[in-house]
C-alpha cells in the first residue's frame, strides 16, 4: 500500500526501494566487521605476525578498489540496479570462497572477490538512493544504507560471539571462523533476490534517452504532475552539462571534487574502523580477556546503530554540516581522552570503553552517514557515476592504510601514540568541514549541481 504525503510523495514507495538497495550497506558492514571476531582465531591458525594480520584484514579493501573504480563508469554505462546485482553475486562469492581455504593466500583471494563487490555496493547504494529519493527527504533515506552498514557490523558482532562460543578454542580455531564468513552468504542472496523488484534510477534513465521510463518511476515517486516537473529539470541540467571527467577541474566543481575526495579520505583516518575491526585487541590492550572483550566489542556495535537512528532523525532537520562540524569536535575529544588514558596506564577501568563508545557515537551521528551522502549529492548527473567512484576509491584506499598499518603501529609506537594521531586527524576533519563544505540540506540535486557552476560563472569571470 503506497502512503502518500501532502506534497504528493510516495514515501512509502520510495522508502521500500531504498531498504532494498540499503541491504547493500549492510553487506558492506557485515563483511568489513566479520574479520573482527575471525580474526583471533586465524591469526593462531595460520600462524600470522602483525604484518600478515594486518594483510588478512586489508585485503579486502584492495577488492574495494577495484570495485569502487570500476562501479562509476560501469554504472554510468550500463545502470545503477544491473551494478547492485553483480555486487551482490560477487559478495555470495566471496563469502563461500572465505570460509574454504586450506591456505592463507586462497583466503585473501576470496576476500578480494568479495571486496570487489563491496566496493560496488558501497559505491552505488547512495547515489542510486539519491536519485530516486525526493530532496525533502534524501538525507534520511541515504542515510538507511549507512544504518544498514552498521546493522550489518552489530549483527556480525553477535554471530562472532554465538558462533565462538559453540565448540572449544579447538574448534574456534579450526572451524568457527569459517562459519562466520561463511554464513555471509545469506544476506548476499537475499540482497540479489529483492533487486529484481526496484527500478533503474530515473536520472539514469533520461541520460540513456530512456524519457518514458524515467517519468513512470518519477511519477510513482511524486505523481504524474510533479514527475513531469521534476523530468524537466533533469533534462535541461542534463542538456546543460558535458558528460566529460573534465567538468569536475572546471572551477567551482573543483571544490566539488576536493570535498568529496578529502571528506572520503577523513572518513577513514580518522581512526573509526581501526576501532571497528580490531575492536577486541583493542580491549585486550586494556586487560579484558578474550570473552569480555568479545562483549565489550558488542556494546560498541549497539552504541554504533543507536547513534546511527539519531543521525536519520538529524539529518534533514539540522543539516549535514552542522553534524560534521559538532561530531568532529567530540571525536578530537574523545580520542585525545582515549590516548591519554594509554599514556598514563590507567586502562582498567570503564574510562578507555567510556570515551571510545562517545568516538563512535560521535562518528555515528556524523561522518558515518553524512560523507556518503555528501559523496551522492555534490557531483553532476552525467559523471555522478565516475565522480563518486573517484571519491570512493580514495576512502578504500585510506581505509586500507588504516586497517594495515593499525597492529603494526599498537606493536611499535603504542596505543598512545595511535590514537593521538586519529586525534589530531579528527581536528583536521574539524577545520575542513568548516572552511569547505557546503550546506545541502533540502536541495535538489538539480539545485545543487546548479550551485557549484555558479561559483565556477563567477570564478571565470574575476
Known amino acids: 500500500m503506497s502512503t502518500r504525503q501532502t506534497d504528493g510523495t510516495n514515501l512509502g514507495f520510495?522508502?521500500?526501494?531504498?531498504?532494498?538497495?540499503?541491504?547493500?550497506?549492510?553487506?558492506f558492514g557485515y563483511d568489513t566487521a566479520v574479520i573482527s571476531g575471525a580474526i583471533v582465531f586465524m591469526q593462531q591458525k595460520f600462524h600470522l605476525g602483525p604484518g600478515m594480520q594486518g594483510w588478512a584484514v586489508s585485503c579486502l579493501m584492495i577488492g574495494a578498489i577495484v570495485g569502487?573504480?570500476?562501479?562509476?563508469?560501469?554504472?554510468?554505462?550500463?545502470?545503477?540496479?544491473?551494478?547492485?546485482?553483480?555486487?551482490?553475486?560477487?559478495?555470495?562469492?566471496?563469502?563461500?570462497?572465505?570460509?574454504?581455504?586450506?591456505?592463507?593466500?586462497?583466503f585473501v583471494?576470496?576476500?578480494?572477490?568479495?571486496?570487489?563487490?563491496?566496493?560496488?555496493?558501497?559505491?552505488?547504494?547512495?547515489?542510486?538512493?539519491?536519485?530516486?529519493?525526493?530532496?525533502?527527504?534524501r538525507g534520511s533515506l541515504v542515510s538507511l544504507n549507512q544504518l544498514a552498514v552498521v546493522i550489518g557490523i552489530s549483527t556480525i558482532y553477535f554471530v562472532n560471539m554465538w558462533v565462538a562460543n559453540l565448540g572449544t578454542l579447538a574448534w574456534d580455531i579450526s572451524s568457527a571462523w569459517r562459519w562466520m564468513f561463511g554464513l555471509g552468504v545469506v544476506p548476499g542472496c537475499i540482497f540479489i533476490f529483492l533487486l529484481l523488484f526496484v527500478p533503474e534510477s530515473p536520472r539514469w534513465l533520461e541520460k540513456q534517452g530512456m524519457g518514458d521510463r524515467a517519468l513512470r518511476v518519477l511519477a510513482r515517486i511524486?505523481?504524474?504532475?510533479?514527475?513531469?516537473?521534476?523530468?524537466?529539470?533533469?533534462?535541461?541540467?542534463?542538456q546543460s552539462e558535458s558528460g566529460h571527467i573534465g567538468l569536475l577541474f572546471k572551477p567551482g566543481f573543483r571544490v566539488a571534487l576536493l570535498v568529496g575526495?578529502?571528506?572520503?579520505?577523513?572518513?577513514?583516518?580518522?581512526?573509526?574502523?581501526?576501532?571497528?575491526?580490531?575492536?577486541?585487541?583493542?580491549?585486550?590492550?586494556?586487560?579484558?580477556?578474550?570473552?569480555?572483550?568479545l562483549?565489550?566489542?558488542?556494546?560498541?556495535?549497539?552504541?554504533?546503530?543507536?547513534?546511527?537512528?539519531?543521525?536519520l532523525w538529524l539529518i534533514d532537520r539540522v543539516g549535514r554540516k552542522v553534524l560534521l562540524l559538532i561530531g568532529s569536535a567530540v571525536m578530537t575529544i574523545s580520542l585525545a581522552v582515549v590516548g591519554y588514558a594509554f599514556h598514563t596506564g590507567q586502562t582498567a577501568g570503564p574510562l578507555v570503553l567510556v570515551f571510545i563508545l562517545l568516538f563512535v557515537a560521535a562518528f555515528a551521528v556524523s561522518f558515518g552517514p553524512i560523507v556518503w551522502l555528501v559523496?551522492?549529492?555534490?557531483?553532476?548527473?552525467?559523471?555522478?557515476?565516475?565522480?563518486?567512484?573517484?571519491?570512493?576509491?580514495?576512502?578504500?584506499?585510506?581505509?586500507?592504510?588504516?586497517?594495515?598499518?593499525?597492529?603494526?603501529l599498537l606493536n611499535s609506537v603504542g596505543a598512545t601514540s595511535t590514537f593521538w594521531t586519529f586525534g589530531i586527524l579528527s581536528l583536521v576533519a574539524f577545520v575542513f568541514t568548516l572552511a569547505l563544505v557546503p550546506e545541502t540540506k533540502g536541495k535538489s540535486l538539480e539545485e545543487i549541481e546548479r550551485s557549484w557552476g555558479s561559483k565556477s560563472l563567477r570564478s571565470a569571470a574575476k
Open 68 to 106: 569502487a573504480g570500476c562501479a562509476g563508469v560501469l554504472s554510468d554505462r550500463f545502470g545503477r540496479k544491473k551494478m547492485l546485482v553483480i555486487a551482490g553475486i560477487l559478495f555470495a562469492l566471496g563469502s563461500i570462497g572465505s570460509a574454504l581455504p586450506a591456505t592463507i593466500s586462497q
Open 375 to 408: 559523496m551522492a549529492e555534490i557531483f553532476p548527473t552525467r559523471i555522478r557515476g565516475r565522480a563518486t567512484a573517484i571519491a570512493s576509491v580514495a576512502l578504500w584506499a585510506a581505509d586500507y592504510a588504516v586497517s594495515q598499518s593499525f597492529p603494526v
Open 222 to 238: 511524486n505523481g504524474t504532475n510533479r514527475a513531469e516537473a521534476e523530468l524537466s529539470e533533469i533534462r535541461s541540467t542534463l
Open 295 to 311: 562483549i565489550e566489542t558488542v556494546i560498541t556495535g549497539a552504541d554504533n546503530l543507536v547513534f546511527t537512528l539519531v543521525s
Open 109 to 137: 583471494i576470496a576476500r578480494i572477490i568479495g571486496g570487489v563487490g563491496i566496493g560496488i555496493s558501497s559505491t552505488l547504494v547512495p547515489l542510486y538512493i539519491a536519485e530516486i529519493a525526493p530532496a525533502k527527504h
Open 261 to 293: 575526495i578529502v571528506l572520503a579520505i577523513l572518513q577513514q583516518v580518522t581512526g573509526i574502523n581501526a576501532i571497528m575491526y580490531y575492536a577486541p585487541e583493542i580491549f585486550k590492550q586494556t586487560g579484558a580477556g578474550t570473552n569480555a572483550s
Open 14 to 27: 520510495v522508502t521500500l526501494v531504498s531498504v532494498v538497495a540499503a541491504i547493500g550497506g549492510l553487506l
